[in-house]
């Protein structure tokens, strides 16, 4: 939240308005085995954390390969898919939080978490 406070002689004025919101990008795995902080293995090289921008994550968006992706950081994101066939398997101790601060956050996946 961003509060704005104008002052003119005798008048005070305050504006609330909302902070900027990170913009969505939706990224892919581009199949295989590996883990999660492999920038490589994402299509345009970046590993979904959200930051800056916010994430919605494909393992590994229809690939015929299967994948099994490891995650081996702490990490959050908005929405996470996995196609059928595909893995995605936590190591122990690791934090993957889907959320994306609305409410609205999804998992679809047909495999088991491990």
Do not use: H, Q
Not at 9 to 26: D, E, G, H, Y
């Amino acid at each position: 939240m961003i509060i704005v406070t104008v002052f003119y002689p005798r008048l005070r004025l305050s504006l609330i308005m909302p902070a900027a919101r990170a913009a969505v990008t939706n990224v892919t795995w581009l199949g295989g085995a590996g883990i999660y902080s492999d920038a490589a293995k994402w299509v345009g090289g970046v590993v979904p954390n959200n930051a800056a921008n916010t994430f919605v994550v494909f393992i590994d968006g229809g690939n015929v390969v299967s994948s099994i992706v490891t995650g081996n950081v702490n990490a959050t994101i908005n929405a996470l898919t996995v196609d059928a066939g595909d893995t995605f398997r936590l190591e122990n101790g690791t934090t993957f939080v889907v959320n994306d601060g609305a409410g609205s956050s999804t998992i679809t996946t047909t495999v088991r978490f491990c």
